[in-house]
């Protein structure tokens, strides 16, 4: 298994501003990915946090809006740019190992409030 | 990977037997099925994942029949925290494309 650490756990910030979403786990893992889950809703897949080149993102998600780090197996950072009130939501990171089958964790979110 | 279909919501009591079908008609080969549990404020907690037939472990059972279109996940005498919303997914190489997920609301 995996212990996922993401902090801040929630924040509050300023439209217009920018938030960095960092992401720890405990071991290495082959693979990262950030999801979004507004309220009262399912879990969407953001992108894929490659490690050492450009993320891969989904349809919907742009870099200038979403970018991602992963400078290591163990480390990722997601930032939530240029934020409105629509970027309210909680923001989730998973992490998973090679192999079949494969498991995948999840942080705890962090909840992100713009006003 | 395949979106899945499962009921928006259901209601037991405890100590009853739930169980939860879930829809994938568009299964890929190297897809696997997972379901998740999660709670207010929390991360989905992984459950059960199976590829066919039938897998179980200590907090339920997932019967997954031949044609992998669809599958069943049973939660063996529920209790009230086993209220929460569950999910029911594909997943390969660790990616997830989550469905809607299943409100369960166990009820004394």
């Known amino acids: 298994s995996a212990v996922i650490s993401q902090k801040p756990s929630r924040d509050i910030c300023q439209r217009g501003t920018s938030l960095t979403i960092q992401c720890q786990v405990d071991s290495q893992v082959t693979m990262m990915f950030w999801y979004r889950q507004q309220p009262g809703q399912s879990l969407t897949l953001i992108a894929t946090a490659n490690q050492g080149s450009e993320a891969t993102y989904e349809s919907g998600f742009v870099i200038d809006k979403f970018p991602i780090s992963r400078p290591n197996l163990t480390f990722s950072t997601l930032t939530v740019s240029n934020m409105s009130p629509e970027d309210s939501s909680i923001y989730l990171c998973?992490?998973?190992?090679?192999?079949?089958?494969?498991?995948?964790?999840f942080g705890q979110g962090t909840r992100l409030t713009v006003v | 990977l395949a979106k899945t279909t499962q009921p928006i919501s259901m209601d037991s009591y405890e100590g009853q037997e739930v169980n939860i079908t879930c829809s994938h008609n568009n299964i890929a080969t190297n897809d696997y099925i997972t379901w998740y549990q999660q709670f207010p404020s929390q991360g989905p907690r992984f459950i059960i994942q199976?590829?066919?037939t039938k897998v179980t472990n200590e907090v339920a059972s997932l019967f997954i029949p031949a044609d992998r279109k669809s599958s069943t996940l049973s939660l063996p005498r529920v209790s009230l925290s086993d209220t929460a919303v569950y999910y029911c997914l594909v997943q390969n190489a660790g990616k997830s494309t989550f469905g809607d997920g299943t409100t369960l609301t166990v009820k004394p």
């Open positions: 199976g590829y066919k």
């Open positions: 998973s992490a998973a190992k090679q192999g079949a089958p494969t498991e995948a964790f």
